[in-house]
């Protein structure tokens, strides 16, 4: 039912792509590509959610927006020391939490880790085990940079595939 509330955001406005892209700072880490998210709920009931995403660290702190297919924003998280804020495109106040994995399973009902996406997106093994979710490579870039990882978790399948720079 939450992860419904994700998908019936409406497409942003352009302002929230432009706040994450012009803070001024130069990414330390930035990746972009798509996302599937299939969820099972206790009762059986299957449902799935996919778009794109771009993930970019700077010294201020970690942004995540997810995008519909057509780029339109579902939501943006901004982490910083402070913590982790979540906007949407709806005229909604913003909400925030101690962490964006708190955000995210209030949000979507699924605890995705989103700090450690960094890690997994950069990971040299081919497989990892950390917070409850397990982690394969299933295609590298031709740099060598994972292409495409699977998470796996309780219930849960979450699929990034990276664009190519």
């Given at each position: 039912?939450?992860?419904?509330?994700?998908?019936?955001?409406?497409?942003?406005?352009?302002?929230?792509?432009?706040?994450?892209?012009?803070?001024?700072?130069?990414?330390?880490?930035?990746?972009?590509?798509?996302?599937?998210?299939?969820?099972?709920?206790?009762?059986?009931?299957?449902?799935?959610?996919?778009?794109?995403?771009?993930?970019?660290?700077?010294?201020?702190?970690?942004?995540?927006?997810?995008?519909?297919?057509?780029?339109?924003?579902?939501?943006?998280?901004?982490?910083?020391?402070?913590?982790?804020?979540?906007?949407?495109?709806?005229?909604?106040?913003?909400?925030?939490?101690?962490?964006?994995?708190?955000?995210?399973?209030?949000?979507?009902?699924?605890?995705?880790?989103?700090?450690?996406?960094?890690?997994?997106?950069?990971?040299?093994?081919?497989?990892?085990s950390e917070y409850g979710w397990s982690v394969r490579v299933l295609k590298r870039r031709d740099d060598g940079?994972?292409?495409?990882?699977?998470?796996?978790?309780?219930?849960?399948?979450?699929?990034?595939?990276?664009?190519?720079?």
């Amino acid at each position: 039912m939450k992860r419904r509330i994700l998908l019936a955001l409406p497409a942003a406005a352009a302002v929230l792509t432009l706040a994450g892209c012009v803070t001024g700072q130069p990414p330390l880490f930035e990746r972009y590509g798509r996302f599937a998210l299939v969820s099972t709920s206790a009762s059986g009931e299957r449902e799935a959610v996919n778009g794109r995403f771009s993930l970019r660290r700077t010294s201020a702190g970690l942004r995540l927006n997810l995008m519909t297919p057509l780029n339109g924003i579902l939501a943006s998280i901004e982490v910083t020391p402070s913590g982790a804020v979540l906007e949407t495109s709806q005229n909604e106040s913003p909400l925030r939490a101690a962490t964006a994995e708190e955000l995210m399973l209030r949000t979507t009902g699924v605890a995705v880790p989103v700090e450690t996406l960094e890690r997994w997106l950069t990971m040299k093994g081919d497989r990892a085990s950390e917070y409850g979710w397990s982690v394969r490579v299933l295609k590298r870039r031709d740099d060598g940079m994972p292409g495409t990882i699977r998470a796996s978790s309780t219930g849960v399948s979450l699929t990034l595939t990276m664009d190519e720079d």
